[in-house]
């Protein structure tokens, strides 16, 4: 397994898998959502307070790439690294299953921000992350 910038244990609940017993498809989405959220909490990110500032911070695109299916009960663990390629701030995001390390699925996430209404960088959020600097 690489090195990631946060990592996030989770379980998975019944409810979540499909007719073949499966996590369905949809839930992965959430995991890695659920696990963005976290890290942004733990860097001192409150949406809450981005808002109040205008900043609104969306999803533009997600990548998933489903490798080996999770089962109702299995523990996971939902890693991620963040980048930042112009405007947008890249999420690659793994899950893992718990029991034996085997990648689940591969996310890649692009998140743009609104500053005062307007597609920006979002420079209050790169200093947060720790991101280097990039030219406007």
């Known amino acids: ?30 995991y890695m959502e659920h696990t963005r959220h976290e890290f942004l909490l733990q860097a001192g990110i409150s ?13 533009a695109r ?20 963040v980048k930042q390629e112009g405007i947008r701030y890249v999420f690659h995001q793994d899950i893992y299953r718990a029991s034996d390390m085997k990648l689940a699925a591969r996310g890649k996430v692009d998140v743009v921000c609104l500053v005062g209404g307007k597609l920006s960088r979002c420079p209050e959020l ?10 406007p």
Do not use: W
């Not at 790169?126 to 030219?135: A, D, M, S």
């Open 1 to 30: 397994m690489k090195e990631y910038a946060y990592e996030l244990k989770m379980k998975v609940r019944d409810y979540e898998c499909d007719l073949e017993g499966i996590v369905n498809n949809a839930n992965y989405q959430h």
């Open 47 to 59: 949406f809450a307070e981005m808002l109040e500032q205008d900043i609104v911070s969306v999803v």
């Open 62 to 81: 997600i990548e998933i790439a489903y490798k080996t299916p999770l089962r109702s009960r299995d523990e996971f663990l939902s890693c991620l690294n």
């Open 126 to 135: 790169e200093e947060k992350l720790g991101l280097p600097p990039t030219l």
